[in-house]
T-cell receptor, first 115, second 114 residues
């Protein structure tokens, strides 16, 4: 089965706190890609990051960092020093190479950052 | 440059009516995708075009749904005999060349079937 699980439905933090969004995936494909998208209240899905299954290096981009661990099939996303503008729904997605163009999304985690 | 655009942004229709949703991909992107997002859920794949042809339509829920991309650019998603269960946000995405390129999404069309 190809599946993405985001167990946290909602998270609420106070500004400047660090927050980690969890993502666990299932696939039998050996080649796949993982993504994170942000969906602010405006509704448009904004691309954040893409990783392929052969690259387990963690990545940092400003306040954002991603931890990819194949051993636990997880691709977690951390926001450091959160800001109110980070409030959005965040989606983790899986793209198994043998699935053509089909992205498989998790249910999303709604992050609320309060001032 | 301009991103993916979708029209209309909102569409309200009555049960049984026919609707068309339009997607204009990023200029130069040859791959185009349609997804459907129900309230509180992640997007679900509907169909994928490579150029003018549908490379994968396995996500279309039934034969009331149909999509075209006649000139390899703009795409139209067509829904016949709409049902209340079709109410959702319909998202379009495009990618540069291959199905391995990153998909960039448009703002979506919110369809409400009364």
């Amino acid at each position: 089965a190809q599946k993405v699980t985001q167990a946290q439905t909602e998270i609420s933090v106070v500004e400047k706190e660090d927050v980690t969004l969890d993502c666990v995936y299932e696939t039998r494909d050996t080649t796949y890609y993982l993504f994170w998208y942000k969906q602010p209240p405006s509704g448009e899905l904004v691309f954040l990051i893409r990783r392929n299954s052969f690259d387990e290096q963690n990545e940092i981009s400003g306040r954002y960092s991603w931890n990819f661990q194949k051993s636990t099939s997880s691709f977690n996303f951390t926001i450091t020093a959160s800001q109110v503008v980070d409030s959005a729904v965040y989606f983790c997605a899986l793209w198994p190479r043998n699935q053509g163009g089909k992205l498989i999304f998790g249910q999303g985690t709604e992050l609320s950052v309060k001032p | 440059g301009a991103g993916v655009s979708q029209t209309p942004s909102n569409k309200v229709t009555e049960k049984g009516k026919y609707v068309e949703l339009r997607c204009d991909p990023i200029s130069g992107h040859t791959a185009l995708y349609w997804y459907r997002q129900s309230l509180g859920q992640g997007p679900e794949f509907l169909i994928y075009f490579q150029g003018t042809g549908a490379a994968d339509d396995s996500g279309l829920p039934n034969d009331r749904f149909f999509a075209v991309r006649p000139e390899g650019s703009v795409s139209t998603l067509k829904i016949q005999r709409t049902e209340r269960g079709d109410s959702a946000v319909y998202l379009c995405a495009s990618s540069l060349v291959r199905d391995t390129d990153t998909q960039y999404f448009g703002p979506g069309t919110r369809l409400t079937v009364l």
